[in-house]
């Protein structure tokens, strides 16, 4: 099956790679290096403008934000074929998808939102969680390439559902890693060893993949490598506030959760590694050198 992806980032960068093997995948990237890197490591073939994938079969993309993805479905839908399917894997906006799909579908092109879990070790392993939203016969079509770069294909409800629950999710993640950050700088000011105080965390009921995976790498083993942008965290959970403000639901946590990330963005610039957050907090409480001995 010839396959177009789109978005050679942090993500879609071994998703590519995982589906390579399989089939005939035509990568594109705003940045023409590295689509040709991915090209000499993965084998794939390399598309230097959008407009050359209207022939493929199935188009995946992996962007920023809805708009990105917005932007190149400008410059394929004149001349993409009728029955190509669109899977979008970026984390994206609901009622942006929505109206998406409605566009493509004008030229009898399938849409669906299936936005993933799992980080780049999860893209990387093959084994991240997709959350679909489609309709049940494009989610079938969808399914076995989705397997190629996942482990659990949950479909969640049709088009917009996908990106709906994943920013929802996401928001949770990101409410967590604050709290978690909030404990560990409170534990440090009590001089408390922070292996000890992680160790007592993630044998407690405060525990959460926060700190059982995130925290440690960088707090106990000292690394802090860049694996997801702080304003893609910061869209996500504007997105999931904005979804329940439409829904008139009170939601006071959620809100003051994307004010704290949005003024962390603001200040550290939104490329900074999420994780950021932790000396974010401890910077917020006077100790601008924490974790960074
Ligand atoms: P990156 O910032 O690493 O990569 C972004 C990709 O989008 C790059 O290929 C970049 O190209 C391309 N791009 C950026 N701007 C444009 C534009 N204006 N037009 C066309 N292409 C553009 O992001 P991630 O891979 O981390 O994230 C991608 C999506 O996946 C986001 O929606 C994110 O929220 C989500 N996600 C990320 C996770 C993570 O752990 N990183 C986990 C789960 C979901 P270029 O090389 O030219 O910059």
Redesign the pocket.
Known sequence: MKIAF????????PMARNLSPHHEVVVW???TA?AERHSSEAGTALARRPDELSDCEIVIS????S??VD??VDHLLPEIAAGTLWID????DPSSSRATAERLLQKDVRFLDA??????P??EAAT?TFMVGAAEDDFTRARPLLELMGRRIVHVGPVGAGHAI?AIT?SMMAANLWVASEALVAMRRQGFDMKVALDVINGASGRSNVTENLLPKRVIAGEWPL???LG??D??VRIAANLVHELHLASPLLALTSQLYTAATTSLGG?ADYIEVLRYVAALNGDTDAWRE
């Open positions: 789109m978005g050679l980032g942090a993500m879609g960068y990237n705003r940045t590295v992996i962007l920023p934000t708009r990105e932007e190149v894997a970026t984390s994206g936005p993933v879990s799992g980080g780049v999860g893209a991240l994943k996401n694996t997801f942008k893609l965290l869209k996500d490329d």
